[in-house]
């Protein structure tokens, strides 16, 4: 800000202060242009852009408690199931739009995240993921034994979103939700909220001695996550279709948790921006090898596997490393941060 | 993560298994004879499902006890079992049934793959901890448990999705190891199966307390898991013992797939079950403890028995979370002792 | 070497990620030696030490145990040289008994004639342990866990015990059973290197001790010289 103001500031100054968020409209025109560069401009291409938004989005609110509070919820396709499943019951058996049963759905995930959440993050964080993992389990049984009511492994089939049975419409709804879920998290992380989950994320015992209460921080942060979950199986339910038990697999969890954590830990931006050429490859793959189901499974278990024993801080933390390193290059003469921490 | 070790070790095992355990137990025990006498199938079920979620469960105890790793991936090493076995006992199956005269093979020919499937999971073991985890630990050890925790997810989804691809989705199992006519005690018949798995953990188990208790590499293993620093100090070589823990928990994991192959065809999704009723039990019993976690599988067993013969086979999913929600809202601080309170890995 | 220099550091440099504790430090320990390491709390004496045993890698310098180059080596290949080390914090495992904690100290030990040997030297050093032998190590006393920590040092059989702070906390008595041992044990002909800030007591037990001081040597001494040195009078024995 006060780059634009002093007379002195050129472009260029402009440009490095504000570059992240410069970089991140550059991208989202991409993506705003990308289904009418080929190939997307195929139907079934466009496909792709769309599940690849929808992991991303995905991502993006599973790294905002991973990456935070370093809690990993395992149960997290389950919560996405859920929204999906509210929203698709309401709208069969009461008639209820989706868009409303979409906001119920959230809130049901948020409901049962806050439930799971309150009992668990007390403990340590390995039994809040087993716990959220149990829950996730639970769901899914609970959905494939009230077949009654969810149809079980038959399916579930659900009113479409949109009147169309064209991408392109589905497409900018899910973009436009993945930078709802982005820029309401980001405002969170920003806020003195995001400050408390981090000082929790890295050291408990410290936040605790700075008169942090750290179970109500860890269960907003929580509800919160689950809450953008369930509303993004409202999307899945109403884009597809078509919901089967099968949303809740533990691998989803883990599709999504791959691109999170290449993405980079604690950083929401890394998430969402490597979803797109990460989902896309793996649909390719996916296309390519029709007849090996679950190719694509090994793929992100190989990756995420590399990733956290090489590249824990994933493509964020790469981009960081660099960043320094540019900063360092240009200003030689300046002690910057990297350099004085070293040197003492 | 040493926050996270020394506190599991601060209160002796003993102790941290009394305080809730026991009732569960002494529950557990009373509704056992009582389904003893009324339906002894659920006694029998308990106890055959039992001994073996104890193999599996004291694997994963002793894995996070020693080397504080939470092994997703643990149940994989079942499904790892049971398709080695099936491997190895078809054709022996098949020479039995071209050769009815083969009474050798009709007592002994179910143990080739049964060991066999021990010496798969002790070599995938080992592969885990010496081209996974020993890289991690060189390179960092921050966020240890969390960063295992995805790891062996990340493995549990190679090992799942790469036995789907090279074994595909079909059912590889047997209907019956031992083709003889059912024993009976008490009045009750039990197939020969059934008491073999039962003879098998127990003995396994056994031979796994006396090898920890006597012997100088259980000794080892048991101080590597108290105090790593100290175990150095008297000479123990980390990475050796890292090695034999990780070798030996896989194996038990593996033998227990082998001996239920004929309750639990080979198929990809085989080892979930197994894998969330042992981490029940080892959340149950409180994590890095195995005599716990021995006992815990019995319980943990009958629940799942009583659930599928009076509910439904699905509802088995549901059990742990809704057992778990109930303990927590009842005793806030925890079924998992109070060490566990406000503990955080680093 | 054959003039029985068992322990020798040449201008050994070591510290942690950002922060150097050790500068250019040189010091020695012959065999059969009492030798003792003082100086002020954070000095660097138990850097010291966790560099010897391995626990730490020097970032310059060299550290010979009889002979043989060990800078850099690991932990457990050190202790089964012969270079045994009790920490400040003792690191026993305290949900095993006394007896377990000694067995495992014998790790390394293939003879059990010699093991048995040992253990009746450690319980003929410290008698309460053999009283309390069946009881788990983590419901032990203070100074009877310092005890232990030595005893399972020794069971070893190490031609060289580093003792760090074998006072500390400890009450009087405790103290004083504790230096006993350690006179015994030089007796029997073990090698000791000891961090002490005890200094008073320690220089009148030792027989040669070094005062380090903000990562340096500062002085070396018999225990006489140092008792009389101005420095160490004025600093360590409020004389």
Redesign the interface.
Known sequence: MSAVSSGSATLADVIRTHRRRIGLLAILGVALVLPFIPPFTGEDYRRWLIVAAFMAAQAVAFDFTAGYINIVNFGFAAFVGLGAYTSGILAVDFGISPWIGMVVGASLAGLVGLVTGALTLRLRGIYAAVMAWFVGLALMGLVRNVPEVTRGSLGLSVPLLLDTSENLPYYYLILAMLVVTFVVLAWVIRSRYGLAFRAIGQNLASAKASGINPTRYLVINFVLSCAFAGWLGGFYAHFYGILTPDIMLTSHTVEVLAIAYIGGRGSLWGAAVVAFPLSIGVEWVKVQFSTLPGVHLVLYGVLLILVMIYRPGGVAGLARSLDEWWKRRRLPDRPSEATADTGG | MTT?ATNL??V??ARRFLSFTWLTLGAALLVMAWAAVAQPSILIDTLVTGGMWALMAAGLAMVFGVMNI?NFAHGELFLLGSFTAFTVYSPIRDAMFNDPSLTVLKIFGPFPGMVAALLVGAVVGVLLEVV?FR??RR??RE?W???T???T??????I???Y??AFG?NYHGVTRYWDVPPLEILGVPISVDRAMVLVIALVTIGLFAVFLQRT?LG??I??VS??E??????????NRIFVLTMGLSCALAALAGAALLFLFPAY?DVG?QPL?LA??VV?LAG?GNIPGAIVGAFIVSLLQTLTAFYL?V?????M???F??LI??FK?S?L?GSA??????? | MGNGRMLELSNVEAGYELLQVLWDVSLHVDEGEFVALLGPNGAGKTTTLRTIAGFLKPSGGEITFRGTPIAGARAHAVSRMGLGYVSETLNLFPAMTVHENLQVGATSVRDRGQIAATMDLVFELFPRLHERRGQLAGTLSGGERKMLAIGRGLMASPSLLLVDEPSLGLAPMATVATFEALKALRERGVTIMLVEQNVNTTLHLVDRAYVLEQGRIVLEGTGQELLTNPHVQAAYLGI
Not at chain 2, 229 to 238: C, P, R, S, V, Y
């Open positions: 996270a070790r601060s002796p095992l939470p996974l890289p991690l390179r960092s966020q448990v969390m960063n925790f995805l790891l997810a990340g493995v549990s989804v190679v799942v999705n790469g789907r691809l989705n100088s000794r080892a048991r101080a108290q105090d620093t100290g175990a150095q100090m008297a000479g123990i070589d980390l990809p979930l969330y981490w029940f959340i994590l439904r699905g509802w088995v999913d549901v742990p979370t809704v778990i929600i927590l809202l806030p925890g998992f566990v309170k406000g503990v955080w890995e680093q």
